[in-house]
């Protein structure tokens, strides 16, 4: 059973950072891909940013230029890098990866952006 647990949520002031993290344990291999969703209260869970096993990444147009995806070299860890942070980027941010067909889930965590 493949598990993945978030860390690093919080407050913060609009304009600052915060590093999610998302580790994968339970396994020994590599999810082809990994990458974070979001979902704000009243509102739809949307794809955040994504990363492929190749080391490409695509983004929602809403975090471009603000936010980065990166994992580590054992494919096992995601970091979600967000900077200049809005009000609006206020959210439960769930990370998830893909071995193929098998979608895994982290439990989710609590980003809010607020003065």
């Known amino acids: 059973q493949v598990q993945l647990v978030e860390s690093g949520g919080g407050l913060v002031q609009p304009g600052g950072s915060l590093r999610l993290s998302c580790a994968a344990s339970?396994?020994?291999?590599?999810?082809?891909?990994m990458g974070w969703y979001r979902q704000a209260p009243g509102k739809q869970r949307e794809l955040v940013a994504r990363i492929f096993s190749s080391g490409s990444t695509n983004f929602a147009d809403s975090v471009k230029g603000r936010f980065t995806i990166s994992r580590d070299n054992a494919k096992t860890t995601v970091y979600l890098q967000m900077s200049s942070l809005k009000p609006e980027d206020t959210a439960v941010y769930y990370c998830?990866?893909?071995?193929?067909?098998?979608?895994?889930w982290g439990q989710g965590t609590q980003v809010t952006v607020s003065a």
């Open positions: 998830y990866g893909d071995r193929g067909p098998n979608r895994s």
């Open positions: 339970g396994s020994f291999y590599s999810f082809v891909v």
